[in-house]
């Protein structure tokens, strides 16, 4: 009921293509859902999120996908660069609790 | 600048040593956690405290014992440390089911 599974574990992709990253969730009252990009060295930075309210969110190259029904969203890396190459996490939440579930980590690499 | 500091970035140690880490937010965040990332990224929740009192305790080992003096600072001090205590720690802040807002992590080493 907890977990956040995530797919796939390691990701390479050229520069110009579309990284595509999966998470999957069971509690169906989560209702927050961030993503965060973490460079080697750094902490976990937040990236993009979305809330089950919408079907897509867009933030320039970023775009996160929802399927309430699916219970699962993604995330899209439109005209990946080297610079993306870095490791995604997905987490979901739940409104006014304190506790994030995380998926285990995805490690992009985009080739130049 | 706003953010999440932690103090010190590395620490390296002997086994069995007592060491402490710390962290500060300037956020105005009522919500800060200390998280353990091994060596597989894998991002594992340790503690949260809410204004000062815990509220998450994910069957840490006692050797750990966290502290908050106030809600703008949460210790993480560790007692008797092992080799399975190498990790990077990061401590967060956020408004409860909010965005989280890590710090640069601390990268402990035993020896």
């Known amino acids: 009921q907890q977990q956040v599974k995530q797919s796939p574990q390691s990701l390479i992709v050229q520069k110009g293509g579309i990284s595509i990253i999966n998470c999957a969730y069971e509690n169906t009252a989560f209702d927050y859902f961030p993503w965060y990009q973490q460079f080697p060295g750094k902490g976990p930075a937040l990236l993009i999120a979305i809330r089950p309210d919408v079907s897509e969110k867009k933030e320039g190259r970023f775009t996160i996908s929802f399927n309430k029904s699916a219970k699962q969203f993604s995330l899209h890396i439109m005209d990946s660069q080297p610079g993306d190459s870095a490791t995604y996490f997905c987490?979901?939440?739940?409104?006014?609790?304190?506790?994030?579930?995380f998926g285990t980590g995805t490690r992009l690499k985009v080739l130049a | 600048d706003t953010a999440v500091s932690q103090t010190p970035k590395y620490l390296v140690t002997q086994m069995g040593n007592d060491k402490s880490i710390k962290c500060e937010q300037n956020?105005?965040?009522?919500?800060m956690y200390w998280y353990k990332q091994d060596s597989k990224k894998f991002l594992k929740i340790m503690f949260s405290?809410?204004?000062?009192?815990?509220?998450i305790n994910e069957t840490v080992p006692n050797r750990f014992s966290p502290k908050s003096p106030d809600k703008a600072h949460l210790n993480l001090h560790i007692n008797s440390l092992e080799l399975g205590d190498s990790a990077v720690y990061f401590c967060?802040?956020?408004?409860?089911?909010?965005?989280?807002?890590f710090g640069p992590g601390t990268r402990l080493t035993v020896l």
């Open positions: 956020l105005g965040h009522d919500t």
């Open positions: 967060a802040s956020s408004y409860p089911g909010a965005s989280q807002f």
């Open positions: 405290y809410n204004n000062k009192e815990l509220i």
């Open positions: 987490a979901a939440s739940l409104s006014g609790t304190y506790k994030y579930i």
